[in-house]
């Protein structure tokens, strides 16, 4: 089953507002209750946005409504995601940290990125029964996943090799072609956007990670070392922190920020006896107690920030640190 988180669709309804709709009517014709979205992080089979939005196309007289929605929807409504996919250094590491996390927006969400040919694909499954049901939904997805490679490429009018659509072609494709750049090819088995796979090695430009809450306020400070310690080993720790986000960061990816080879920051790790992987475990445990304790940041967000892929692997890690859960830290940590 797959569902999508109830902010999403509290994003839609406002869009609609702004767009001169009624979102309670648009709401209500869904199917849904006015309670159903106090939670922001509650989680709605995929069904109920696909309604929303089905309703928000007859309410505002638009039959494309499902790509001017993708046109114009603020990504950073997607929170975290969109931090750790804008602000990755390299497009492959965006796509993928995309990849990685949608399952926090679209729980069940089947998503891949794969390289043939020298032709980069990345590819959306749909296994809905009915795909003209979802047509707003996945022009919708497609153009947000679309403008996410524009912003990690630095180019507002750079054009996919291709775009593939599961639903059928409408009566007129003027504006799909005109928003995607390419004429879609519709009817197709999966939701794809193509792309010359050199691309996936670019930097990108204006990346910050600056922005983490704790590298923001402290990461100096709370990955600090005693004052004995070596400058490059402290600059180390901050730089493995700084990617946690992508995953597990390798030696090769931060070396450089260091100043240093590969082999150097290698041969200088094993001279003090030190293993990379442990680094990065270190960092992982100090900054999940950083975040618990310190900060609101929601559970499911520590874990991405740490680069776990869910919240299950990240609970499992920190029970075997700890031998609590992170949400009993947090309360004991909590109380007076």
């Not at 950083?290 to 692997?313: K, M, N, P, V």
């Amino acid at each position: 089953m797959t569902n999508v988180r109830a902010s999403l669709v509290t994003a839609v309804l406002h869009f609609v507002a702004g767009s001169g709709g009624d979102p309670a009517r648009v709401r209500a014709a869904a199917g849904l209750r006015d309670g159903d979205l106090l939670d922001p992080d509650r989680m709605l089979e995929i069904d109920r946005l696909a309604a929303v939005l089905a309703n928000a196309a007859d309410e505002l007289r638009d039959s494309v409504f499902g790509l001017h929605l993708g046109a114009k929807f603020d990504l950073e409504a997607f929170g975290l995601v969109t931090y750790a996919v804008l602000n990755a250094s390299t497009v492959e590491i965006g796509i993928r940290n995309l990849v990685r996390y949608m399952s926090s927006l679209v729980e069940g969400a089947d998503a891949e990125l794969s390289v043939r040919r020298g032709v980069a694909a990345l590819r959306a499954r749909s296994d809905r029964a009915d795909p003209e049901a979802f047509r707003h939904v996945y022009d919708g997805a497609m153009l947000v996943v679309l403008r996410m490679l524009r912003r990690l490429t630095g180019a507002a009018a750079w054009r996919p090799l291709e775009v593939l659509l599961v639903p059928r072609a409408p009566a007129d494709t003027r504006e799909h072609r005109r928003l995607f750049g390419v004429e879609p090819r519709f009817g197709q088995s999966e939701n794809e956007i193509r792309f010359d796979a050199a691309l996936l090695a670019r930097e990108v430009a204006g990346a910050d990670r600056s922005l983490l809450p704790v590298v923001e306020q402290r990461l100096n400070e709370v990955l600090a070392a005693d004052p004995a310690e070596e400058p490059w080993l402290a600059r180390l720790r901050i730089e493995i922190a700084s990617r946690l986000c992508d995953g597990h960061p390798t030696l090769p990816d931060v070396a450089p920020e260091v100043g240093m080879s590969t082999r150097t920051l290698q041969r200088l790790l094993a001279e003090r006896g030190l293993a990379y992987r442990d680094l990065v475990q270190a960092a992982r445990r100090r900054l999940a107690l950083e975040y618990l304790e310190r900060s609101d940041t929601e559970l499911t967000e520590i874990a991405f920030l740490l680069g776990y892929s869910d919240l299950a692997a990240f609970a499992h890690a920190f029970q075997r640190w700890t031998g609590t859960s992170p949400g009993a830290h947090r309360r004991a940590r909590s109380k007076p």
